[in-house]
């Protein structure tokens, strides 16, 4: 027998708490968490003494709008499975299994992990590595499919371009 929740016409609480919900809202809690931990080592970064918003400015919006993103998410999560009227099932295809889909989001925490340690550590310029970097990753977010080689290395320059003509040039930025 399932325990009803405590306002009527919410569901009840597995259906509320269903794997793929449970799934969005753990993962959405992990990215405001991290957030909170680099918000904390942001504020650790020195005063600037020339610069009026300092260095801990862009990081903190970056951070402030990525902690706001994840808790809409939260809320649309749980409002759409609050919205529905009807029990909602756990369909057998939640089990995990080791295609395309459930790996692309751990090989692109490699590969991004991968990038900042040769921009730390290697003598690879900044505007290679990153052409590189969003290269590939773009390939890959396009399942690997030979028409999107491409635009992915379209999409890449065209970064690359952007970030020195902004950064380099407008802003006289030196790049690592």
Partial sequence: MRAPLLFSGLGTIPSLLEAKVRKDIATSLGIIAFCLILVQQTAALPKAR???????????????AIVALSSLNIALVLWRTLKSEQPRTVEAAVRWS???????????????ITYILLLSYSGIPYLILTFVFVAVL???????????????VGVAAGLAILIQGVFVTLLKTALP
């Fill in 98 to 112: 080791p295609t395309f889909d459930n790996i692309l989001p751990w090989a692109s925490l490699l590969a991004f």
């Fill in 138 to 152: 773009s390939w890959a977010m396009a399942s690997f499919r030979k028409g999107a080689i491409i635009p992915a």
């Fill in 50 to 64: 020339f610069e009026p918003l300092g260095p801990a400015f862009f990081p903190l919006m970056v951070l402030s």
